[in-house]
């Protein structure tokens, strides 16, 4: 298995965020960016602060259990 770089090894600069539109435009959701094939998760509140790196496999598995509602119980947080 092949380490994943470095948050810090990213040019965080170039960036292009997303932002859920379910944010309601206060700061108040992650963001979420791919470059060089890894996918970023950022914190849009603190966007300074590096972001977290995953594989797109990583990814992908995490967004399929949210579509499949297997992580629902964060909705009532």
Do not use: H
Request: glycine residues 10%.
């Amino acid at each position: 298995m092949t380490s994943k770089p470095d948050p810090s090894s990213f040019d965080l600069a170039s960036i292009e965020w997303t932002v859920s539109q379910y944010s309601g435009g206060g700061g108040n959701c992650v963001q979420v960016a791919v470059q060089d094939g890894y996918v970023l998760i950022g914190d849009s509140q603190n966007p300074g602060r590096l972001p977290q790196v995953f594989t797109p496999a990583e990814a992908k598995a995490w967004l399929l259990g949210a579509k499949d509602t297997d992580f629902d119980f964060l909705l009532d947080l």
